[in-house]
């Protein structure tokens, strides 16, 4: 898809191509339609960061809410979303030990009770040692910090789903 014919979609076409692009969270995609066209998938992504950004702490624990666990109960049950199921995959969290699980599962859960929201982190951009040290070393912030950087990791996921709905044009 090109940006042009991204510029092109209609409502329903838009929300279907970029509906997802954070996690379960389509009004991402409905708040930012107004302010096409867009001269390219930067500035597609900066709107939807914008929006993001502009929501109160409650809405932004929702955006993390609305995020599967890391090699949690539904990646367990296959029911991830596509994108959450090959990021996941990219990051090695299919290959993990029993030992490397349980511990990813217990600091998950250690993370999730003294937060509020799930530990969230671009996998893409983190082999899972990475990720098994971030929960851990993430685990010692305060919530609202943990929020900041949560939202930070939300917004480079957004932005490679992007990237592969649109490449980006050199
Ligand atoms: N809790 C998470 O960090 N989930 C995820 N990060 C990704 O990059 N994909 C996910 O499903």
Redesign the pocket.
């Known amino acids: 898809l090109t940006i042009s014919q991204v510029n092109e979609l209609n409502y329903e076409d838009f929300i279907g191509r970029f509906g997802n692009v954070i996690?379960h969270c389509s009004i991402c995609a409905a708040a930012v339609w107004r302010f096409r066209p867009f001269h390219d998938i930067r500035h597609l992504h900066q709107a939807i960061c914008s929006f993001v950004d502009l929501l109160p702490n409650t809405g932004k624990e929702g955006v993390l809410r609305l995020?599967?666990?890391?090699a949690g109960r539904l990646a367990e049950l296959g029911s991830?979303t596509q994108e959450?199921s090959a990021?996941?995959k990219a990051a090695g969290l299919d290959t993990m030990t029993p030992e490397e699980k349980q511990l990813l599962k217990d600091t998950n859960s250690k993370y999730r009770d003294k937060f509020g929201f799930?530990?969230?982190?671009?996998?893409?951009q983190n082999k899972k040692e990475a990720i098994l040290k971030g929960i851990v070393e993430r685990l010692e912030h305060s919530a609202a910090e943990e929020l900041n950087i949560g939202i930070e990791?939300v917004k480079k996921?957004c932005m490679l789903r992007l990237l592969s709905i649109v490449p980006d044009e050199k």
Do not use: G, K, M, Y
């Open positions: 996690e995020h599967p666990d890391l991830l959450s990021e996941q799930p530990f969230v982190i671009c996998a893409r990791e996921i």
